[in-house]
């Protein structure tokens, strides 16, 4: 099978510099963005398969420019792996408008700008796979993590519809909901959390942070074989599937509330079925 032309933001760190490792290592072509691309190059070293490059999600100018600069230097874009993002945990109440528009602005935006730039690039040529990066709190809602699960949902919802659109196109289209893995997610310099303004959460907040704070690095997923798997199913005949769930915990999470959403549906199944006009 021939080596493939992959974009990859958030590659400095977490998922987005193993994958982009391990493609190197494959002798793949990757563009990689980041805000700081000579930390990318003094990851990996110089390698004529690798393009780093300076991009701020925020800016469509310089997504537009990586893009460009990324089918001049390779031909085209075979894969998008929209990886960049950060972690926001904190009571809704207590979370400023401008840290909820901010964490949109880079988690959701930034994807939704990269890929609106991308495509005309995968329209031209007719094919294309594009992963987004969602979690499974992205599917499943837990206590402190309103701005978070806002943003994941989105990206969730938003890979669901624009798979429909672009499949006549020959474009396809993965969101990865990935459960606990040891990666940074959990450490202070990726995770945002808020400032205590209201007593009537402390104890309950505290409690779940605490307790949440236990996990780093100490998660289940293995974060290497995370990275091969993304890579392999590329390989492959088959097309990966628009939902893709990634750890044990990530099934688990999603299989109960599917079994609670049943449950929930029967309540009031009678009544709500019967609303149609006479």
């Known amino acids: 099978m021939k080596n493939k032309v992959?974009?990859?933001?958030?590659?400095?760190?977490?998922?987005?510099?193993?994958?982009?490792?391990?493609?190197?290592e494959q002798g793949h072509q990757v563009a990689a963005t980041t805000?700081?691309?000579?930390?990318?190059?003094?990851?990996?070293?110089?390698?004529?398969?690798?393009?780093?490059?300076?991009?701020?999600?925020?800016?469509?100018?310089?997504?537009?420019?990586?893009?460009?600069?990324?089918?001049?230097?390779?031909?085209?874009?075979?894969?998008?792996?929209?990886?960049?993002?950060?972690?926001?945990?904190?009571?809704?109440?207590?979370?400023?408008d401008e840290q909820i528009r901010e964490c949109f602005e880079?988690?959701?935006?930034?994807?939704?700008?990269?890929?609106?730039?991308?495509?005309?690039?995968?329209?031209?040529?007719?094919?294309?796979?594009?992963?987004t990066t969602s979690s499974i709190w992205g599917y499943v809602g837990v206590p402190y993590n309103s701005t978070?699960?806002?943003?994941?949902?989105?990206?969730?919802?938003?890979?669901?519809?624009?798979s429909h659109e672009l499949k006549p196109l020959g474009i396809t289209v993965s969101c990865i909901k990935p459960g606990g893995f040891r990666t940074n997610f959990l450490s202070s310099g990726s995770l945002i959390t808020g400032e205590e303004t209201i007593s009537d959460y402390k104890s309950g907040r505290d409690e779940w942070f605490t307790n949440l704070a236990?996990?780093?690095?100490?998660?289940?997923?293995?974060?290497?074989?995370?990275?091969?798997?993304?890579?392999?199913?590329?390989?492959?005949?088959?097309?990966p599937p628009v939902h893709i769930f990634t750890g044990r915990d990530s099934y688990e999470y999603a299989e109960n509330k599917i079994k609670q959403i049943k449950e929930d549906m029967e309540i009031l199944k009678t009544e709500a079925t019967d609303l149609h006009v006479r």
């Open 6 to 24: 992959w974009f990859i933001t958030g590659a400095s760190q977490g998922f987005g510099l193993g994958i982009t490792k391990k493609l190197l």
């Open 35 to 96: 805000r700081n691309p000579q930390k990318l190059v003094d990851e990996l070293g110089a390698n004529k398969n690798l393009l780093a490059l300076k991009v701020d999600l925020s800016n469509q100018k310089e997504i537009d420019d990586a893009v460009a600069k990324t089918v001049l230097a390779f031909g085209s874009i075979d894969i998008l792996l929209n990886n960049a993002g950060y972690g926001q945990l904190w009571t809704f109440e207590e979370s400023t």
């Open 106 to 131: 880079v988690n959701f935006f930034g994807t939704i700008n990269v890929t609106r730039s991308v495509l005309p690039v995968m329209r031209k040529q007719k094919y294309g796979h594009i992963f």
């Open 148 to 162: 978070y699960a806002a943003v994941k949902f989105a990206t969730d919802g938003w890979t669901e519809s624009i």
């Open 214 to 239: 236990s996990f780093d690095k100490q998660q289940d997923g293995d974060p290497e074989r995370y990275c091969d798997f993304v890579i392999d199913i590329t390989k492959g005949d088959k097309v």
